[in-house]
């Protein structure tokens, strides 16, 4: 009996001494630990700031907090276009209807500059497109700083070049899937963009993107080798601007592309 009653209160006595240890808040750092290389915080710094609370959008989709909404399906007071040759800003021309962009009218860039970007942006090409002609259906694109474009494109039974298609750097590296949905059905863009890093103005690490299409990852921190051109290579070669707009490309497609809900949040 003697022994069953000091093995029950030795139990007792541990369980108590667990459950004080679970009492006890779980440290919010340390100061005893090495330095992480490259850095002067220490692994799991007591000191290190958090990084700031960003509310995120309600769905997926939606602008967080921190977004900048360029197109919220009501005004195009964000974006401008050009005449040829005329220096000159002009009001987008692009027609909203049902809250979506109409792409016509000519290529519009956005007043804000920018350089590391994330950028969400939905597009669609018309429902009556049915079968493929190559670059003429559902052509446009978004060049991130005036001068590396994604492919926006069609690619619903559609052949074309790799380099070409919905998802790829334009002219350059293909998509590693094609994950276009039918024609006339909205399709989700969420990229991020890195800017080239400039000394000088001269570039001495490339720009480079990660594409999601509908949710798949198309590109993987790919290196653009240059700015992006039709039947050209390029490089980096001469000097560029630490920032410079967005532009959206209209490619005179009939009917036209339609974009909606495009938010930027620079990094």
């Not at 590296?173 to 991020?192: C, F, H, L, S």
């Not at 921190?221 to 039947?231: D, E, L, Q, V, W």
Request: net charge positive; proline share 10%.
């Amino acid at each position: 009996m003697r022994t069953r009653l000091l093995a029950t209160t030795a139990l007792l006595v541990a369980a108590a001494a667990v459950a004080a240890e679970d009492d006890k808040p779980s440290p919010l750092g340390y100061t005893d630990t090495p330095i992480i290389p490259g850095t002067k915080w220490k692994v799991h710094d007591l000191d290190r700031p958090p990084p700031p609370v960003v509310k995120p959008g309600a769905r997926p989709g939606d602008p967080p907090a921190d977004a900048i909404v360029l197109f919220d399906g009501k005004s195009t007071a964000h974006f401008y276009s050009r005449k040829k040759d005329d220096p000159a800003k002009y009001p987008c021309p692009w027609a909203i209807e049902n809250g979506e962009l109409i792409v016509n009218g000519g290529d519009c860039w956005t007043n804000l500059e920018f350089a590391s970007v994330q950028l969400h942006l939905e597009w669609k090409s018309h429902a009556t497109m049915q079968k493929g002609n190559s670059q003429k259906k559902g052509n446009g694109g978004v060049f991130f700083m005036d001068r590396y474009e994604s492919q926006i494109l069609d690619c619903d039974n559609n052949p074309t070049y790799a380099d070409g298609m919905a998802g790829s750097v334009y002219g350059q590296t293909p998509p590693m899937v094609n994950a276009v949905r039918k024609a006339g059905e909205w399709q989700v863009y969420d990229i991020v963009f890195t800017a080239p890093k400039l000394k000088d103005g001269k570039v001495i690490e490339p720009a480079r993107v990660t594409i999601f299409l509908n949710g798949v990852c198309v590109q993987n921190n790919t290196a653009i080798m240059g700015p992006t051109r039709h039947k050209l290579t390029t490089d980096y070669s001469g000097t560029f601007p630490p920032k410079a707009p967005l532009r959206f490309q209209d490619h005179k497609n009939e009917p036209p592309v339609r974009m909606r809900n495009i938010w930027v949040r620079p990094l």
